[in-house]
């Protein structure tokens, strides 16, 4: 199992920011990634950013050079920096694990989710 602690949702105008954060456990997994996805009313989610174990990280092409992940290896935390928020930022952002047990079969955890609202 994978544990998470998700917060820093909220609602802000637009050209302001928000910073999420994720505290991901798992007690006998491996964690190999941690990402946060996004899914707004109607749409399919999609990976907003993703940062692996050894550093690695991937944006969507919408949020590029707006925000930025990072982790505290001593915290177990992710954090996703968001600035220049747009409107079309506003969904529910989730946080995701992608784990490997000793077997080296990977599996995908979900956080609850937080709302974040951008109003322009």
């Known amino acids: 199992q994978v544990q998470f602690v998700e917060s820093g949702g909220g609602v802000v105008q637009t050209g302001g920011s928000l910073r999420l954060s994720c505290a991901a456990s798992?007690?006998?997994?491996?964690?190999?990634?941690v990402g946060w996805y996004r899914q707004a009313p109607g749409k399919q989610r999609e990976l907003v950013a993703r940062?692996?174990?050894?550093?690695?990280?991937n944006y969507a092409d919408s949020v590029k050079a707006r925000f930025t992940i990072s982790r505290d290896n001593a915290k177990n935390t992710v954090y996703l920096q968001m600035n220049s928020l747009k409107p079309e930022d506003t969904a529910v952002y989730y946080c995701?694990?992608?784990?490997?047990?000793?077997?080296?079969?990977?599996?995908?955890?979900w956080g609850q989710g937080t709302q974040v609202t951008v109003s322009s």
């Open positions: 940062i692996r174990t050894y550093g690695a990280t």
């Open positions: 995701n694990a992608e784990v490997s047990d000793q077997n080296g079969l990977s599996y995908l955890y």
């Open positions: 798992a007690s006998t997994f491996s964690i190999d990634a």
